[in-house]
């Protein structure tokens, strides 16, 4: 993150006031539910950081045992956890009147939006670390069973000064600098294109919705996975069921979850392929939940207001080797993607912009960032945008990352204004 100096102290501030600062819950609480929450994902980079984390604030050591050995009101955030995690659109207010009349074990409702506000922002934070390559991958050759990837074979030192790592990724495949070359240029002529076409004519709402419900739709059977790079030129329609390759979840991991099964895939595996939409207009995270949020966990608000729109309107102005390049096309197609494939429309938007603007490698690699960022490979993150540097990258993971919180915060914040209404 440090690539991006600006967002990270807005990261770490918003990071610093949930886990350090006043607030309804207690500190081994905080740590506690992030690690519950990075579990879902397996993912133990997160988990050993706030194992070490509870410990040092006071947590009790016997819950590190698992799930049966926490008090029941831990335990009952569950049920939200999984859904928040895969399926956000089932949230609805009777999971919130469950956790907030539950007699003895029942949760306030400040202490449930600092617990909520953990949970997607560490589910998303899995997404940025295993999108980045920084979680350490199981590797049964060494003896104490991890080793930390390094992205494109530079160490991480050479990754924070960003050197010139696009050149190492162009010789690692047969594509050739030819072919990304002109990948980069058709790319900033459709950018170009569609600038011109917005300002020549309006598509009507008819068409918007229904540009939407198609990239919805669609969005379900991009596969995640490396199935898809055997044929990297084909644009055959995977169905999500041709991965099949389950992962499989070690007991240190499963331990802090329940019902590891579950997973955003399954509605679409089962042919269940209705998504409800949820329309941005009718909840907003500015006119919405940015209040609520404020007004139940003071503050918290403002520094989430303010890192998303720091992630959404960063920009350098430049596209690899280009400067002088306006990207804001690109980037809101890559947050509003994100928010499609978790059924939410904005009215005013194009979403034939997006399949305009992402390739169908890049799709790919959003649905796993996003969806299953366990299953992100090396592979899926050379494969697209091979001009691009590495510090472009981890910008789109810091779009996605965010993307994916917001998503999740607006159906729980959702549902608990419905609980008080």
């Not at 990207?327 to 928010?339: G, P, S």
Request: charge should be negative; include cysteine.
């Amino acid at each position: 993150m440090s690539l991006h100096t600006q967002y990270l102290e807005s990261f770490l501030r918003s990071q610093f006031y949930m886990l350090r600062m006043d607030g309804p819950l207690p500190l081994p609480h905080r740590h506690y539910i992030a690690i519950m929450a990075a579990a879902r994902h397996q993912c133990s980079y997160l988990i050993n950081m706030h194992v070490d984390e509870f410990l040092k604030t006071g947590g009790i050591a016997e819950w590190l045992n698992g799930l049966e050995y926490v008090p029941q009101r831990l335990k009952n955030l569950n049920e939200i956890n999984k859904l928040l995690a895969h399926r956000p659109w089932l949230i609805t207010k009777e999971h919130i009147q469950k956790l907030v009349k539950t007699g003895e074990n029942n949760w306030s409702l400040p202490e449930l939006v600092h617990a909520v506000v953990l949970l997607a922002h560490y589910h998303a934070l899995a997404s940025f670390v295993f999108g980045s390559g920084i979680n350490p991958e199981r590797d049964p050759e060494i003896s104490n069973g991890f080793r930390l990837i390094s992205v494109n074979n530079f160490c991480v030192c050479d990754l924070a000064n960003d050197n010139n790592i696009e050149n190492a990724s162009l010789t690692g495949n047969n594509f050739g600098i030819v072919d990304s070359l002109s990948e980069l240029e058709a790319l900033m002529d459709r950018m170009k294109r569609l600038r011109e076409e917005r300002e020549d004519e309006e598509a009507s709402q008819e068409e918007m919705t229904t540009r939407f419900e198609k990239e919805k739709k669609e969005s379900l059977f991009v596969v995640s996975g490396d199935t898809f790079h055997s044929f990297p030129h084909s644009d055959c329609s995977l169905l999500s069921s041709d991965f099949e390759d389950d992962m499989i979840i070690t007991s240190d991991v499963s331990r802090y979850i329940e019902d590891p099964g579950f997973g955003y895939e399954d509605f679409a595996r089962r042919g269940e392929e209705h998504l409800p939409t949820f329309r941005a207009q009718d909840y907003t995270w500015e006119n919405h939940g940015f209040s609520l949020v404020n007004r139940l966990y003071s503050d918290i608000g403002h520094l989430l207001d303010e890192k998303f729109r720091m992630v959404y309107n960063l920009t350098y102005n430049t596209m690899a080797s280009h400067e002088d390049v306006d990207t804001t096309t690109l980037r809101r197609a890559l947050f509003n993607y994100v928010h499609c494939m978790f059924g939410i429309r904005y009215d005013d938007y194009d979403y034939g912009e997006v399949n305009q603007l992402l390739e169908r490698s890049l799709k790919v690699y959003i649905k796993t960032v996003t969806c299953y960022p366990e299953r992100t490979t090396k592979r899926m993150y050379d494969s697209y945008w091979r001009q691009f540097k590495h510090s472009e990258k981890v910008h789109v993971n810091l779009l996605l990352m965010e993307a994916r919180m917001q998503a999740e915060l607006l159906y729980a914040l959702r549902a608990i204004t419905r609980h008080l209404t």
